[in-house]
């Protein structure tokens, strides 16, 4: 039972049907590249165009359906096969409203309807040639469901298929017939496995990328922990700086008038009392400068202005009074300085100061001590000398095995060295000590 061939008209049709595959299976293969290696959920889905493509699709497999059995109708009316081919298309058009509902992974259910589809359409091919033009979606279905190697397998019996109608419909051997669907087919397989490995490498460097991002934000943000944690060892260092050289220094001083208050109260009670009044002046500026930290860790005395040149007056002249006669400090200036310190070199010099008088105060038996700050147009140096017993001076970064204290140096060598100086000590036993620490003002900003 087959289909009935008029002639040459019908050679046409067969030659325009056989161009329509080839079109139509073209137009699957660019579908499918644009809905890539996943089907219809993620290209349809994801990708405007893609679900355009697809419904472009599906309306043109109704279509080449409806035109199908309509030629089969009006030139085989009231054949005994008729009602089957109209089962048939009917069977077709459900099979393939089913196909988006079933998913669009290649599950066991998915490849059983496909294999349901083929057969039907198969059937139908057999009992009428015209409807070979329903192969489109089956191409395009096979290529983006099965494996590569399945794919081209249904592909060329497809193709097989297609041919052998298209001969029928012909009246003799038609070379054109025979070889167009297999070329055509064999392109539009080609780009389409193309554009779809193209579509697979395409997320495969998106996946990269987001790789890349995500291990450039991580690495910023170890990072920002990094650089938190360096931030926060270095303030620390720094307030370790500050209260050594003032609460610290005050405090030891605060403990050894008391004690020598203690220990004159019954034989000397004037002296006691001096004792008690110099080391509640210390508390006072002890509180001071608890203050000051508590607000902006700025010395207290350059804080009071006038600068670091008041400052250093007033630290000698405190400390003098402090020592009661047993050491005299005094302060010079020399040189003018061409623009305002720097906040952090003030701060930073009277600093050095202050534990540099103390270390004088309470380790090298002095009678004597001076400050000097010496203004050199590019740089300033602040030089604390005394004639205490001295000591042999150990190189930087060298501490000795006896020492059992000893934070004021390194918090001055650190305050130097951040300010991008130097820090110089000259000493010897018997001979007194000079500590001179030289800062550069080009290289040194303020911060503030």
């Known amino acids: 039972m087959v289909e009935h061939r008029s002639g040459s008209p019908d050679a046409e049709v067969a030659e325009a049907g056989a161009s329509g595959v080839a079109g139509s299976t073209a137009g699957a293969a660019g579908a499918g590249q644009v809905a890539g290696a996943d089907p219809d959920a993620q290209g349809a889905g994801s990708d405007p165009d893609a679900r355009w493509l697809a419904l472009l699709m599906h309306a043109a497999f109704f279509l080449l359906l409806g035109a199908s059995l309509t030629r089969f109708l009006m030139r085989h009316p009231g054949e005994a096969r008729t009602p089957w081919i109209i089962a048939l298309s009917i069977t077709l058009a ?47 279905t096979g290529l983006r469901i099965l494996p590569p190697r399945a794919a081209l397998a249904l592909v060329a019996l497809l193709t097989v298929f297609v041919v052998a109608a298209q001969l029928r419909l012909a009246d003799g051997f038609d070379p054109n017939l025979v070889l167009a669907p ?45 650089e938190r944690r360096e931030g926060t060892l270095a303030e620390r260092q720094r307030l370790s700086m500050e209260i050594h050289d ?25 002296a006691a009392r001096r004792h008690v009044r110099t080391a509640t002046g210390i508390a006072e500026r002890n509180l001071a400068e608890a203050r000051r930290f508590v ?16 400052a250093l007056h007033a630290l000698a002249a405190r400390e003098s009074a402090q020592a009661e006669g047993a050491l005299t400090v005094h302060c010079h200036v020399e040189g003018t300085p061409h623009a305002p310190l720097p906040d952090r070199v003030q701060s930073a010099l009277l600093r050095i100061a202050q534990g540099a008088l103390a270390n004088v105060r309470e380790h090298s038996g002095a009678s004597a001590a001076g400050l000097t700050l010496t203004h050199l147009g590019d740089r300033v140096v602040l030089d604390i000398g005394d004639n205490g017993r001295g000591f042999t001076a150990e190189p930087e970064g060298v501490r000795g095995a006896r020492t059992v204290r000893g934070h004021g140096l390194p918090a001055m060598r650190a ?30 900003e303020d911060p503030t």
Not at 109 to 135: D, E, I, N, Q
Not at 191 to 208: C, K, N, P, S
């Open 415 to 444: 305050r130097v060295r951040q300010l991008g100086g130097t820090l110089t000590i000259e000493s010897a036993p018997g001979e007194g000590t000079v500590l001179s620490a030289e800062v550069p003002l080009t290289t040194t």
């Open 295 to 310: 607000h902006d860790l700025a010395p207290a005395d350059l804080a009071e202005g006038g600068g670091l040149e008041a």
């Open 182 to 226: 297999p070329a055509v087919a064999a392109v539009a397989t080609a780009v389409f496995v193309h554009m779809q490995r193209q579509a697979v490498r395409q997320r495969e460097l998106t996946a990269r990328q987001r790789e890349l991002i995500d291990d450039l934000l991580r690495t910023r943000r170890e990072l920002a922990a990094t």
């Open 246 to 270: 003032t609460l610290a220094q005050g405090l030891s001083s605060q403990q050894m008038l008391l004690q020598a208050a203690d220990r004159t109260w019954s034989a000397d009670p004037d």
């Open 94 to 140: 459900v099979l393939y409203l089913l196909g988006p509902v079933l998913g669009s992974r290649p599950t066991p259910r998915r490849l059983t309807w496909l294999g349901v589809l083929v057969v039907v359409w198969m059937v139908l091919v057999v009992l009428a040639p015209s409807f070979a033009w329903c192969a489109v979606p089956l191409f395009y």
